[in-house]
């Protein structure tokens, strides 16, 4: 019995260790962005890297995902005889859910694991503590940058995985579905608020946050070569994945009404 | 270790200490460098010479001891006081550790510009020069680190050391694995670069021909410890049995090869 406690306790310590490491990991990066110098050209660097390259995964993730929910939702609302719900299911749960959450997993896979396995390298060889060497922080050259650019990228890739996905439902329900194109689009518009986008678009802020931090964090600190940059960029979008799940219930809750 | 006279020593280091987990590393290392002067530190494999480097440096926080440079107290500087303190020092790591997404003469400008803020075309200017310093064309500038030979890459880390005219050199390495010719080169550009600026030096290597080329004095470490040191002349009559085995490279002597890492 108190071996099970022991074990508990140290997963339980070692839980709150990293979590204080990673808190202040991202509270120093914060910081360091309060005094000059300042990269805006590595931010933009970072925008189109996070941003540009990510719109055709991040485009093609969301068509289909709005013609599946297009399908899936006429399947269900047509047992009850409600079809006439599907446009207004599709976009807000594009909108409120599905546009950030899909977007962030994305995003996560694609340039979560490339900024691990990026900032890793630099680590095993030495070039992280060159740039000390050069009178550079690296949390200010490196992280900061990444984090700004994760912060306002995302938001923007968002609302173009929006457009796309309600066009994908759009596709399946006039085109599969037999649904009247003006009327279909008439529902979109009409149950639709303002708060369902921003929601959606303050979720993918946080995600955009999380995924950059995750892969700073886990580049940041590999050890041991190429197996310990491999195992940072495994690390960098499992942990990403995971938290933007968890936030996301939090989140959900807050914009509840 | 320390120099004649009155005059404070650039860098003087006091029992200083520094643990991985239970690995004790440095077990209270003692060493001077006065200025203007070429120390090597020699010793095996995993005896903490990168680790006193690195100390030194601000890259690692010891757990003990004390670090002066020009008789100022450095542990424990943190923020802007350490970033003025690194406008000091200039390094060249052991793998060179350029930065593989920048071009060779923005490697070599870098510490210019986002170190100290020049603007990039005077930079540039200034990494042409530190390039030709160094024997390497105008022609490598706009080419990549990953399209260099190791001992180019080596001649542009160099460069890039000696870039803002540091006060201080450390050089990890340095001829660790390049031919001999071209290990030879470098002695030769390391320590043209050393006197050319004037700056003092601290190399670690277990390079006994680079060794000779490159140092005043010479220090040993072992097991976390300086345990001799003296003119570089004075090298094969230390007297001291550690150095007499490592020098001349036996297997039998008081120096036991670990086969496993600590």
């Known amino acids: ?257 | 270790m320390t120099s004649s006279g009155p005059q404070i020593p650039k860098i003087a280091v006091r029992g200083l200490q520094k643990s991985f987990g239970t690995n004790l590393v440095l077990a209270g290392v003692d060493v001077s460098v006065a200025t203007g002067e070429s120390l090597v530190i020699i010793g095996g494999s995993g005896t903490g010479k990168s680790v006193l480097i690195k100390c030194i440096l601000g890259l690692l926080v010891p757990d003990g001891g004390s670090i002066r440079i020009d008789g100022a107290e450095t542990v424990g500087l943190a923020g802007r006081a350490r970033e003025q303190l690194t406008h000091k020092f200039g390094m060249l790591f052991q793998g060179s550790a350029l930065f593989d997404s920048l071009p060779v003469w923005e490697n070599v400008a870098f510490g210019l510009i986002q170190g100290r803020g020049m603007p990039r075309r005077q930079a540039r200017d200034i990494a042409l020069q530190k390039l030709a310093a160094v024997g390497l064309g105008a022609e490598v500038a706009a080419l990549r680190p990953a399209e260099l030979s190791g001992g180019m890459q080596k001649r542009v880390a160099l460069a890039r050391a000696i870039a803002a005219e540091p006060e201080i050199l450390f050089f990890d390495e340095p001829t660790t694995g390049l031919d001999p010719i071209m290990a030879d080169v470098i002695n030769r550009l390391i320590v043209q670069c050393v006197r050319g600026l004037g700056a003092t030096a601290v190399s670690i290597t277990h390079d006994m021909v680079s060794t000779r080329k490159i140092a005043d004095r010479v220090a040993m470490l072992h097991r976390g410890r300086i345990v001799w040191h003296g003119p570089a002349a004075d090298i094969d009559r230390s007297g001291n049995p550690f150095v007499d085995q490592f020098v001349n490279g036996r297997e039998e002597g008081p120096i036991h090869m670990q086969v496993r890492a600590a």
């Open chain 1, 1 to 257: 019995m108190m071996g099970f406690l022991a074990s508990v306790g140290a997963l339980a310590l070692t839980f709150l260790a990293g979590t204080g490491r990673l808190a202040l990991f991202a509270a120093r990066a914060l910081a360091a962005g309060l005094a000059p110098p300042y990269y805006p050209r590595l931010i933009v660097r970072q925008f189109v890297y996070m941003g540009y390259y990510s719109l055709p995964v991040v485009g093609m993730t969301a068509l289909f995902t709005g013609m599946v929910l297009a399908l899936q939702s006429y399947t269900a609302s047509s047992r009850f005889n409600a079809e006439s719900t599907v446009a207004t299911i599709v976009v807000l749960s594009i909108t409120r859910e599905l546009g950030p959450v899909i977007a962030g997993l994305m995003v996560a896979g694609r340039v979560g694991a490339a900024m691990a396995a990026e900032i890793g390298t630099m680590r095993v060889t030495e070039q992280i503590d060159a740039l000390t060497t050069l009178s550079t922080d690296p949390l200010r050259y490196l992280v900061l940058p990444r984090l700004v650019a994760g912060l306002l990228t995302l938001p923007l890739l968002v609302i173009i995985a929006d457009i796309i996905g309600v066009f994908g439902g759009y596709l399946v329900a006039i085109y599969k579905l037999d649904f009247n194109a003006v009327s279909y689009l008439t529902q979109t518009q009409q149950y639709l608020k303002t708060n369902d986008v921003v929601s959606g678009l303050v979720k993918a802020a946080v995600f955009g946050f999380i995924v950059a931090l995750m892969g700073c964090y886990q580049g940041y600190h590999s050890r041991g070569g190429a197996e310990g940059v491999g195992q940072a960029t495994t690390y960098a979008v499992v942990s990403a994945s995971i938290l933007i799940l968890i936030s996301d219930y939090f989140l959900t809750q807050a914009f509840f009404t």
